[in-house]
Every structure is written in structure tokens, then in C-alpha cells.
């Protein structure tokens, strides 16, 4: 199982960046996604989720400028980041979950997102 995520980067506030996390190895389609990020200092926390059937949610300090979206035929979450600020610097990992007898939980190595001037 993979989870590779690319996309981040140096960008100035106020710009946008768009992440994707593309996946191989599960059934892309039945797992739940999420965006997690973790700053320095910080504990890992949850950015937005989206659920196999496309429901989506997210945490308060992103919403309206962030959309969670995938593409299950190219077995790919995508992360939309409008409006940044300097506190979304971290780095953004995705995370893959599904769970019938056991949960099945895999995640990518992260990408680094920079927001300064």
C-alpha cells in the first residue's frame, strides 16, 4: 500500500495551493480520506475528511477556504488550500481508513506547506 502526496510548497499569504495524495494498493473507492497536518510543536490534527460516498467535513479554521475532493478513477484525494495563511504552515499528510472486522489505516509520508512572506 502507498499514499504519496505532492503539491506543497513556499507560497505567500493569501495565495492558494492544491494538494493531492494518490494511492495504490487498496480499493481506493470504500476508504474514507482525510487531511491531517501537523505544525512544529504541534500535535497532528485533522484538516478535512471525506467520506467514500463524498461527504465531506472540516475543521473550523479552514472552512470556506479549503475543499476536500477525490477522483476514484484515478484513485486520488485531492486538498484545495485558498486563502492561506501563515498558520497553515505544517506538514499535510492523508490518511486512508476503512474498517469492517479491523481498521485498516495507512498514511502518506507528508508534503511541507509554507505560508510566509
Known amino acids: 500500500v502507498r499514499l504519496v502526496e505532492s503539491g506543497g510548497g513556499l507560497v505567500q499569504p493569501g495565495g492558494s495551493l492544491r494538494l493531492s495524495c494518490t494511492t495504490s494498493g487498496i480499493i481506493f473507492s470504500i476508504y474514507a480520506m482525510g487531511w491531517y497536518r501537523q505544525a512544529p510543536g504541534k500535535q497532528r490534527e485533522l484538516v478535512a475528511h471525506?467520506?467514500?460516498?463524498?461527504?465531506?467535513n472540516y475543521t473550523d479554521s479552514v472552512t470556506g477556504r479549503f475543499t476536500i475532493s477525490r477522483d476514484n478513477a484515478k484513485n486520488t484525494v485531492y486538498l484545495q488550500m485558498n486563502s492561506l495563511k501563515p498558520d497553515d504552515t505544517a506538514v499535510y499528510y492523508c490518511?486512508?481508513?476503512?474498517?469492517?472486522?479491523?481498521?485498516?489505516?495507512?498514511w502518506g509520508q507528508g508534503t511541507r506547506v509554507t505560508v510566509s512572506s
Open positions: 471525506i467520506s467514500s460516498g463524498g461527504r465531506t
Open positions: 490518511r486512508a481508513y476503512y474498517s469492517d472486522y479491523a481498521p485498516q489505516i495507512y
